[in-house]
């Protein structure tokens, strides 16, 4: 896994090297965002620092992918840089003729060298510690994660998925009473006989519907 926050030190030092005014109150810390899909990066100003951001999706990229995202939101830190302005553009020139980079306003996964995640059609999640454990294909978990524990000890619980191509009938199904998510079931499990014990990964309260 890639180390953001030293990857950060060595783009700031590349920028100065080459006069680019980044700011001196930069979080040293990248913040990953696990949600992020659609973009690999952003930098967002509280209060009087910069915080930078990065996508999950590029833990696992190659370095330069991830140093010339860091360098783009770095430059976005320098005084009238928050958009991709002339001068914007002119930093980036800067990085990416000396360093290599290919700074744009916006880049492919492709071009970033950064796998298609095979979608998730199951989820589970701990009710003790939150760690979500994600499935493509149907397993002895799926369907009966009940009959498991997390390695915390904890209690595993079926999120409120939808199983994609699936064709076999569905026995039995709960459904939650905060955000509609719905759990089906070809058996008979705990969770069907007493949903009243489970909660949805929203914390709402689980009722059986078929």
């Given at each position: 896994?890639?180390d ?60 330069i992918?991830?140093m010339?995202?860091?360098?783009h ?16 553009k ?5 990085m ?25 059609r ?49 026995a ?32 709402g ?6």
């Amino acid at each position: 896994m890639n180390d953001f926050d030293l990857m950060l030190k060595k783009a700031i030092r590349q920028a100065k090297r080459l006069g680019i005014p980044v700011s001196d109150k930069i979080s040293p810390h990248i913040v990953i965002n696990k949600r992020a899909v659609r973009r690999f990066g952003c930098c967002k100003k509280q209060g009087e620092t910069y915080i930078i951001e990065l996508s999950e999706i590029l833990a696992d990229a190659p370095e330069i992918s991830c140093m010339q995202t860091i360098a783009h939101e770095l430059i976005h830190t320098c005084p009238g840089c928050m958009n991709h302005g002339e001068t914007f553009k002119k930093y980036a020139d800067k990085m990416n003729r000396e360093y290599g980079y290919e700074i744009s306003r916006t880049n492919s996964r492709e071009n970033m060298g950064v796998k298609e995640k095979t979608p998730c059609r199951y989820l589970i999640i701990c009710q003790k510690c939150g760690k979500r454990i994600e499935r493509v294909k149907r397993s002895p978990l799926v369907d009966d994660p009940s009959a498991y524990r997390c390695q915390c000890g904890g209690k595993l619980i079926p999120s409120g998925y939808t199983p994609v191509g699936r064709t076999e009938s569905v026995a039995y199904a709960v459904m939650c009473k905060k955000c509609g998510a719905k759990m089906e079931r070809k058996r008979m499990t705990d969770v069907i006989k007493y949903p009243s014990r489970y909660r949805c990964s929203c914390g709402g309260s689980l009722v059986r519907i078929k």
